[in-house]
T-cell receptor, first 112, second 111 residues
Framework: DVKVTQSSRYLVKRTGEKVFLECVQD?????MFWYRQDPGLGLRLIYF???????EKGDIPEGYSVSREKKERFSLILESASTNQTSMYLC???????????FGPGTRLLVL | SQQGEEDPQALSIQEGENATMNCSYK?????LQWYRQNSGRGLVHLIL?????REKHSGRLRVTLDTSKKSSSLLITASRAADTASYFC???????????FGKGTLLTVNP
């Protein structure tokens, strides 16, 4: 079975802190994704990576950056966390040969 | 930008009844997928239908796609309490394997 893991299920941070959300997949997938999920808005794509060191902006990249130094790991970085970044963050991956995505369990981030 | 829009936003039924959820989208697609999310968890892929297909079955799930109306429906037959979850449609376009998700339908199946 494909396994996508996220470093934390719940995270509480202060405004202005630098926040790292980590995602690891164990199936050698080329593509990895970061989404945020908010009530009434569904899932929105923040960033997408199709290879090591390659990234592409999604629909809402402002306030976020990403890093993919190794194929299995995709990190989402909040340079200076703000309260409007309180949300559920979901990581996903898939191989280039398939359209379906495999999701991690999510990280619920609260920024105070 | 949101591509898929599910309808209804919430649906409450009794165990054993059928549940139907609809999804509409705006632009041409390669495929449409349905995902399920249990409360506070990640999404799980349920079924994919390609733009040249009209209907697909998987166990108690039946998906239809009408590209002329830019809409899809997900039917869950003989629902169970364990089917209680949020259901999302997602559309795939082009070759970059990105998906655009709708806002979801919250299904509650009462025992």
């Amino acid at each position: 079975d494909v396994k996508v893991t996220q470093s934390s299920r719940y995270l509480v941070k202060r405004t202005g802190e630098k926040v790292f959300l980590e995602c690891v997949q164990d199936m050698d997938h080329e593509n990895m994704f970061w989404y945020r999920q908010d009530p009434g808005l569904g899932l929105r794509l923040i960033y997408f990576s199709y290879d090591v060191k390659m990234k592409e902006k999604g629909d809402i990249p402002e306030g976020y950056s990403v890093s993919r130094e190794k194929k299995e790991r995709f990190s989402l970085i909040l340079e200076s966390a703000s309260t409007n970044q309180t949300s559920m963050y979901l990581c996903a991956s898939n191989p280039t040969s398939a359209e379906t995505q495999y999701f991690g369990p999510g990280t619920r981030l609260l920024v105070l | 930008s949101q591509q898929g829009e599910e309808d209804p936003q919430a649906l409450s039924i009794q165990e054993g009844e059928n549940a139907t959820m609809n999804c509409s989208y705006k632009t041409s697609i390669n495929n449409l997928q349905w995902y399920r999310q249990n409360s506070g968890r990640g999404l799980v892929h349920l079924i994919l239908i390609r733009s040249n297909e009209r209907e697909k079955h998987s166990g108690r799930l039946r998906v239809t796609l009408d590209t002329s109306k830019k809409s899809s429906s997900l039917l869950i037959t003989a629902s169970r309490a364990a089917d209680t979850a949020s259901y999302f449609c997602a559309t795939g376009r082009g070759s970059n394997y990105k998906l655009t998700f709708g806002k979801g339908t919250l299904l509650t199946v009462n025992p």
